[in-house]
């Protein structure tokens, strides 16, 4: 049994989106593992998905993130 409950590290006026209440929260309430952010304002972090969203699809097309393992998905319109 724990003596002192451990408080999430942040600051009044940090926004996060919370990844299992899908809802925008301020200060982080939720574990680190379950959000996204910190954003500056509340109306950023409502866009937390369709950022996280916008960056995988920038990855996965960055012919510099693939190392070229068989695993990687060809980028060039071929397949094996």
Known sequence: ????????????????Y????????EGPDCPAKDRFGPYASPEEASHAMETAQERNLEWENDP??????????KTDGTSD
């Open 1 to 16: 049994m724990a003596l002192f409950k451990k408080r999430q590290v942040g600051k009044p006026g940090e926004w996060y």
């Open 18 to 25: 919370c990844l299992v209440h899908n809802k925008v929260e």
């Open 64 to 73: 510099n993130w693939h190392d070229g393992s068989k695993d990687a998905p």
